[in-house]
């Protein structure tokens, strides 16, 4: 059986660019890039060549995964005896998506834990009327109240007696802080004597903050160390990667994941503004990105879109081994996790593959993008790549680096040291 020279020497270029990245977070010698995604890559990218002699070497100093610089979570779990207890309740919902769910989850405990209030275990509502879910149905309700065993109390089912005349509805916006608890949530609850909370978003930058506060460490529990998935779903998630590792037997298991839905490419429009700068980025781009910084065709990629688009094509022409979740989930799980059309399901897998993935590239700029990112920085997981245009043959991928790593400015750095 013949050997195609070709294919080899793809495959291993493909191998030493994982290698690369995961060397270059441990130096950390990135530069800055802006909130939104760079546009054109014009200038000192031109020269930023890779040689085969570096790639070669570095495919012998170890893998990507062989990073010695893991976080520990550094914030202290607060007493409950701390702040005074009242006898109201903090009832809210998780919505949109998981990548809201964290933060949701974060500001409900921290507000709950100032006002010194019982927290109710969530709902979950997806974007069309009528699709709502039991916590339990997704997440691991048990240890979400252990979690919060002796922050904040927490009761597993709404309380009979509340209705609209005791509820009032508030809303905060996210990473609220004790200041706007204190002025706007406060004497609504000591008036009603329980609320209905909603997160609302003004910003999507998860960048940490200078200014400390003591509810810093409640809401670094709320964020990355309440949820966790429910056996049959964190099973399915497990399937996914693993199936996804044994299609990159080429490339040492590692794969890529790139958050990529066409309809929210449509809805957005990705065209640059007058700096140059854009918010997302089409198949064709993407994988003209990924090919340029020295991806090789034996690249296995794990697209977020759910169903297959003819313009998924310009990406699979370049890289052969690019999949949907209806290629990858077991098909015994499909019928469950796949079938309903904008199922919450398909949104928790994409979320936690990408937070499990060898490198992220994330082709649109939003909050799930921010909250991979934190995830991944909280499991070490660092080699996330902010894809851009780039004008010449190639460029170093140490330009496209996200800068919540490069400066270690997300708030994620704030929790784990």
């Known amino acids: 059986m013949g050997v195609d020279l070709r294919q080899v020497v793809a495959g291993i270029l493909t191998v030493t660019m994982f290698v690369m990245l995961g060397h270059m977070i441990k130096r950390d010698h990135f530069d800055y890039v802006e909130e939104k995604f760079p546009g054109d890559g014009r200038g000192a990218l031109e020269n930023a060549k890779i040689s085969k002699e570096g790639l070669f070497s570095l495919a012998k100093k170890g893998g990507i995964t062989d990073d010695d610089q893991e976080l520990k979570p550094c914030w202290s779990k607060p007493a409950l005896d701390d702040v005074e207890q009242t006898e109201g309740f903090v009832l809210f919902s998780l919505t949109n998506g998981p990548e809201y769910h964290v933060s949701q989850i974060a500001d409900a405990v921290v507000v709950a834990r100032y006002l010194g209030a019982t927290l109710v275990v969530p709902d979950i509502r997806g974007s069309k009327p009528g699709d709502e879910r039991n916590f339990e149905e997704i997440y691991d309700v048990e240890k979400f109240i252990l979690s919060l065993d002796g922050v904040v109390r927490v009761a597993k089912e709404r309380p009979g007696k509340l209705s609209s005349r005791n509820l009032a509805a508030v809303k905060v916006p996210n990473r609220v802080t004790e200041d706007y608890i204190v002025e706007h949530v406060e ?45 049959e779903i964190s099973e399915v998630v497990d399937s996914t990667v693993e199936r996804l590792r044994t299609l990159s037997r080429k490339t040492n298991g590692q794969f890529v994941a790139v958050d990529l839905r066409v309809e929210m490419l449509e809805q957005n429009g990705c065209q640059g503004d007058e700096s140059g700068t ?40 370049i890289f052969p081994k690019t999949y949907i979740k209806d290629g990858i989930v077991p098909a015994d799980k499909k019928s469950k996790f796949l079938d309903s059309e904008g199922s919450e399901y398909e949104k928790i897998i994409d979320y936690y593959v990408c937070s499990q993935s060898d490198v992220f590239v994330p082709a649109i700029s939003g909050l799930f993008y921010a909250n991979v990112a934190g995830k991944r920085i909280a499991s070490s997981k660092t080699e996330i790549l902010v894809p851009a245009d780039i004008s010449g043959s190639s460029a170093s991928a140490t330009n496209f680096i996200t800068h919540y790593v490069s400066k270690k400015n997300h708030m994620a750095y704030s929790c784990f040291c």
Do not use: H
């Open 278 to 317: 854009k918010s997302c980025y089409n198949p064709q781009e993407i994988a003209l990105f990924l090919r340029k910084i020295g991806f090789g065709k034996d690249t296995t990629i794990y697209v977020t879109e759910s169903k297959w688009d003819s313009s998924l094509d310009n990406l699979k022409d």
């Open 187 to 231: 004497p609504i609850y000591r008036s009603k004597g329980n609320i209905r909370l909603a997160t609302y978003f003004p910003s999507v930058n998860m960048k940490k903050t200078e200014k400390k506060s003591a509810s810093d460490s409640v809401a670094c529990l709320g964020m990355f160390g309440t949820l966790e998935l429910q056996p």
